[in-house]
C-alpha cells in the first residue's frame, strides 16, 4: 500500500514538473475560460490574457485531480463566476490563477494576502516564463518559482497602486527612452492620432500599420484613420525586416548590428522577448498555418528555423550561398532560396534528406512566387516577370545525384556534428517539449542540418515564359487570377493575365518618389502600396484594378505590417 502512494506521488510530481516546463495549459482550463471570455489568448510561454488585457500566471499544481467537469474550488475574492475575474482561482484540479495587479512605483504584482491556498503555495509557475516587466512576488510565493528569477517581497511593502493599469507613453517622449526600457504600454485613454478628412474603404476600418523606415530604429503604430503615429516604438537599431504571426498576435523583427530576432507581443504591445541567433538575421519568413517561422543570415550561409509554439530555434539549415527571398510552396513542404551570390534560385525539401535541388538563374531578381507547380520570377534588370512550370522530382534517394551528393555530405560529416533526425514541417502533429535551457540556445551542433545538394537542374527552362513589365519592378502579389507587379521606377502597377500569361495593362499611380512594397489587406481585395520617399501611401482594389484614395502620413514606408486594431 505504501508503495502505490509512493508511486502515485512520484507519477504527480514527474506531471507537475513536465507540465511547467512544457507552458501547456490544460485543455479543459483554457475551455473553462474561454467560455466566459472568447478571444482569450493563451500565450506559448503559459501567460493568459482576457479580452480587455487582464493577465493571469498559471500555477501548475503539485497534484493534479482528475474530475467529470472543471469547476471553481476555491476563489479570492470568494465566488463562484469567474466572470468577476478574481485575483486567486484554484480549480478543482488544483490548477491555480492568480491575477496580476499594479503595485507601487509602476511595478506590476498579484494581490497580497496572510494566507494563500496550499495549492498555491505548493504549485510551480510555468519554467518558460517570460517574466512580465516589472513583476515582484510576496515572499510567501517563493516555493512557485522554481527556475524563474523574480524580485520577492514582504507582503507588507507589496501596496496596491492608486492609479489604473499602464501609462501612455507619447511619440517624443519615446524618441529618448532608453534602449533596454523601450515598452508601450496601452491604456483606454490614450489620446487618438489626428483623424483624416476621408474616407476609407470599410475593410480598412478596424485596422493599423505598423511602419518601419530605412534611416531610425522606431516602429511607428498608425491607426487606418489617421495620417501620424498613435505611438511609437523604439528598438535596439534600424529594423531589417518584421513579420507578424497568421494569428497577429505576435510581431517577429531583425534589425542592423543584432543578432538577435526582437518579439512583439500585440496585445501588450511591448518587446517581451529576444531570440538570440548569434549570427545576424536579414529575413523572416512565416508559415501560414503559424507554426514555423524561417530565418535567413547571409553571413552564416544559413536559414533558421523557429518554432512559433515555443518561440525556440530548433534547427539550422547550412545551405548555398547567402539565403534570400524565400518563398514557400503550398503545401508548406518545399522552401525556395535565391543565392545572392549566384544569383541561383534552389528548393529544399523540408523532410527526409532535406534533397536540395538548382531550379535555375536569374540575375538580380526582385522576388519570386511558388504557386502550384508554378515559379514566378521578377527580373528588376531586365524588367520582366518570367514564368517558369516546375514539377518537383521526387527522388527515391537510389539516384546517382543523391548518391553523390550522399558523399559529399559524408565528407561534411567527417568534420562537423551529424545532422538530426529530420522534422517535417507538413506534420500537424505537435512535438513534445523539453525542459529548457537557461539562455536560449541558437542551436546545437546535432540540430544543424546539412541538405543533399543534388546535381541537377530541375527548372524547366525552354517551357518557362518572359513578360515584359513597367522598369524597375520589386514587388508582386496574387490576387485570384492575376499577378499585380509593382514598378518603381515610373510608380506602376502592371496587370498580369495569369490564365494566359500576358499583361492586360498598367496602372500609373499618383505616386512620386520610390514605390517599394504592394501588399495586401488579409482576406480582401484592397491593397497598400508604399513608397520609400513620398510620405503617402495607396489604397489600391485589386477587383476593380484602380487607385481608391491617396493617403498621407508624416513617416516615409519602407516596411509595413497591416493589422486588426485591438
Sequence with gaps: MKLTRLLTLLT????LVTSAYSATIPQNVQQFIAAKFPKSTFRFDGLIILPDGTKYLPVFPAISMVNAS???KTSMPATQDFGTKPNVVVFNNNFVLLKLVPAAG?????AAYQSYPIEVKTGLLPQDLIVPHGLILPEELSGILGDLEIPLYPIATIVPASVETGTIVETKTV???KTQDSRITATANRPKAKVLDRDIPAVLKNKKYLVTNLDTEYINVIPSYAGEPEFTLKLDSIARDMKATSDEAYVMIAKTNNTSIDLVDMKAEEIIKQIDLEVQPNEILITPDNRIAFVTSLDDHSIFVIDIS???IVQKIQVQGMPEKLALSDDFKRLLYYDKLSSKLYCIELKDKYISTLIGEFPNASKFLFVGNTVYALLRTANK???MPYNPKEFSGEEKSVKSAELKREKVRLTEADAPASLDYSSKEDG???????????YRDNNTILPLMVDEEIGAKDSSVKIQVSDKPVDMIRYGNRLFVLGAKNNEVDVINLDRNEREGTVKLPLKGFS????QVSNSNIALITNVTDNRYVIFDLSQVRPVEVVPVNVPINNIIILKDR
Design 12 to 15: 504527480a510530481m514527474f506531471v
Design 70 to 72: 472543471l469547476g471553481i
Design 106 to 110: 509602476g511595478k506590476l504584482s498579484v
Design 175 to 177: 524618441m529618448s527612452t
Design 310 to 312: 515555443t518561440m525556440k
Design 385 to 387: 516577370l518570367q514564368v
Design 432 to 442: 513534445a517539449l523539453n525542459r529548457p535551457a537557461k539562455k536560449d540556445l541558437p
Design 516 to 519: 517599394k512594397r504592394i501588399t
